[in-house]
């Protein structure tokens, strides 16, 4: 994380990373078990928010936070 709304990804060009790609950030939830019999059932995907590639080297890839919408949705919001 460089500031509040930019990151650095660790994949780029080599990777297949362009500018304009856009990509979900989530963090892993702890281990949710099975309450009969204590099996992991996995981890949920919390997501974080959503970023948008700005700069590309080999490497790495600089983005930026995509605002979230809020409120209800338009035909003017979905045509943008």
Request: no cysteine; proline share 6%.
């Amino acid at each position: 994380i460089l500031t509040p709304t930019s990151v650095v990804l660790s994949a780029g060009a080599e990777q297949g990373v362009r500018d304009g790609m856009e990509f979900v950030i989530y963090e892993l939830s702890d281990v949710v078990r099975d309450p009969e019999t204590g099996e992991s059932l996995g981890q949920i995907e919390l997501h974080k928010g959503r970023v948008r590639v700005h700069h590309v080297q080999p490497r790495m890839a600089l983005a930026t936070v995509v605002p979230r919408f809020l409120g209800t949705p338009t035909m003017d919001h979905i045509l943008k």
